[in-house]
T-cell receptor
Framework: TQLLEQSPQFLSIQEGENLTVYCNSS?????LQWYRQEPGEGPVLLVT?????EVKKLKRLTFQFGDARKDSSLHITAAQPGDTGLYLC??????????FGRGTSLIVHP | DVKVTQSSRYLVKRTGEKVFLECVQD?????MFWYRQDPGLGLRLIYF???????EKGDIPEGYSVSREKKERFSLILESASTNQTSMYLC???????????FGPGTRLTVL
């Protein structure tokens, strides 16, 4: 089973701060996805990255896929309380089975 | 609007009971998945199915079984519920390998 390590596990910040969440593996993934999960709900896809070195932007969120396709990062600029949630990365290595990281729990205080 | 629905949001069962969790998707997806989610452990795959009547074990299949008689429906069965199966259960579906997974809202199961 391929493993994905996410860091940090918890983040508690003030509104307006910037933050970065990391997703690392020793395995190569053909694609990597980031999901956000709000309390009491299932995860919802934010983005999929497929090319090494790829950078995608979604408003205040910037996603990067490492050149070697083993790692990824999510950067949030000027965090808002609405960004609060559990952020999960998931890698796909060619099988039917996606691998999920354990998640980063983010709380943004107003 | 695409949707994955789960039969219950909250469920309380007693040790030894047989428990059925139902999941239905309306997107004609080939793949369906059952995960359990526990604090600090993330999402762990129990079983998945890539076609009707086909199933494959995930990382933690012990104590669970599944059924997929129709493309849109994937059921998770706890043959004899135990307290260590208290968890959040999430169903998901996807069009194919590497495609976005669509998740249901989850069933929070408590086994007393």
């Amino acid at each position: 089973t391929q493993l994905l390590e996410q860091s940090p596990q918890f983040l508690s910040i003030q509104e307006g701060e910037n933050l970065t969440v990391y997703c690392n593996s020793s395995s190569v993934f053909s694609s990597l996805q980031w999901y956000r999960q709000e309390p009491g709900e299932g995860p919802v896809l934010l983005v999929t990255v497929v090319t090494g070195g790829e950078v995608k932007k979604l408003k205040r969120l910037t996603f990067q896929f490492g050149d070697a396709r083993k790692d990824s990062s999510l950067h949030i600029t000027a965090a808002q309380p609405g960004d609060t949630g559990l952020y999960l990365c998931a890698g796909e290595g060619g099988s039917y089975i996606p691998t999920f990281g354990r998640g980063t729990s983010l709380i943004v205080h107003p | 609007d695409v949707k994955v629905t789960q039969s219950s949001r909250y469920l309380v069962k007693r040790t030894g009971e047989k428990v059925f969790l139902e999941c239905v998707q309306d997107m004609d997806h080939e793949n369906m998945f059952w995960y359990r989610q526990d604090p600090g452990l993330g999402l762990r795959l129990i079983y998945f199915s890539y076609d009707v009547k086909m199933k494959e074990k995930g990382d933690i299949p012990e104590g669970y079984s599944v059924s997929r008689e129709k493309k849109e429906r994937f059921s998770l069965i706890l043959e004899s519920a135990s307290t260590n199966q208290t968890s959040m259960y999430l169903c998901a579906s996807s069009l194919g390998v590497g495609w976005e997974q669509f998740f249901g809202p989850g069933t929070r199961l408590t086994v007393l």
